[in-house]
């Protein structure tokens, strides 16, 4: 959260979530990101929903802007 550009990737990412899913579907998100199997879990459901997976990709694509392969990799790992 420290990045302003990724934090506010990561904000329009959650905001398509709850546009779509609620306010439980953020929860549900969150949740899933404890551990690397609910992870994948949540983000390949989410991946479903066109406006998502993008926001999702904006999101990713400012990671790897910014921290290079290795900070997708972290973010994936949960890290």
């Known amino acids: ?13 959650l905001a398509a979530v709850e546009t779509r899913f609620g306010a439980e579907g953020v929860r549900a998100f969150e ?4 551990n690397a ?8 459901a989410m991946r479903g ?3 998502i997976a993008g926001e999702f990709d904006r999101f990713l694509a ?6 290079g392969a290795e900070g997708v990799r972290a973010f994936e790992r949960g890290s």
């Open 49 to 51: 929903d066109a406006g």
């Open 37 to 44: 199997a609910g992870r994948a879990r949540a983000w390949a």
């Open 1 to 13: 959260r420290g990045d302003a550009g990724i934090a506010g990737e990561f904000d329009r990412f």
């Open 62 to 67: 400012a990671v790897e802007t910014r921290f």
């Open 31 to 34: 949740r899933g990101s404890i």
